[in-house]
């Protein structure tokens, strides 16, 4: 399957004004993207806003999917916040599948500091979209 890009989704977007503007790249069977919290993107001073990691962790666990050739949405996810995760502080988001049947999947996710320890990790339900959804949706 060909990817194709979504200038205006909110995660991956890069003509989203307000998006997160991930970049996704396969590391192994891992999806991985980069990402630096910004002063906009805070709850408490200086910490990034919980909603912001809960939106990185769907992004890149509902990406993995996608980055595989196979086109999903999620249904339910679960997200851990293990520390907080400073603004300006680099972080990395990973992926990788827990389990796969033919429609469904399930898909886990970390964020990570410089030094490998987990700032948030979650962990969803993908339901994979047959291509009459896939159509009604008016995703290709």
Known sequence: M???SYPDCFGCGSENPIGLKLSYRLEGDLVVASFIP???HQGWPRITHGGIIAALLYEVMENYS???GIVAM???METTF???IMTGQAITAKSWLV???RRAMKVAGSLTDEDDVVLARGQDDLLVLNEE???KL???
Request: positive net charge; hydrophobic residues 15%; charged residues 40%.
């Open 2 to 4: 060909e990817l194709k």
């Open 38 to 40: 910004q002063e906009e």
């Open 66 to 68: 996608y980055q595989h």
């Open 74 to 76: 999620m249904r339910g």
């Open 82 to 84: 293990r520390r907080p």
């Open 99 to 101: 389990q796969d049947s």
């Open 133 to 135: 959804q896939k159509a």
């Open 138 to 140: 008016g995703i290709s």
